[in-house]
């Protein structure tokens, strides 16, 4: 099962979006592009819990 996470749904004007298998690979994904394109560094956890306060369960997500 696919999951599509979008910059925009976490409060940037930005177009990024990511549509792959759920995995721990794309959560880290989210989270580089957070760092590189926006300079702000969250931590694994807090890329984690902003997927989860969007609906998606924490065992979904590391499936």
Do not use: P, W
């Not at 409060?11 to 957070?34: Q, V, Y």
């Not at 560094?41 to 979904?60: F, K, P, W």
């Amino acid at each position: 099962m696919t999951l599509k996470l979008r910059c925009e749904d976490y409060g940037f004007e930005c177009e990024f979006e990511i549509d792959e298998e759920k995995s721990i690979a794309l959560i880290e994904k989210l989270r580089n592009h957070f760092e590189e394109e926006h300079g702000i560094d969250y931590t694994m956890g807090a890329v984690t819990q902003m997927i989860t306060n969007r609906g998606h369960s924490l065992e979904s997500i590391k499936k």
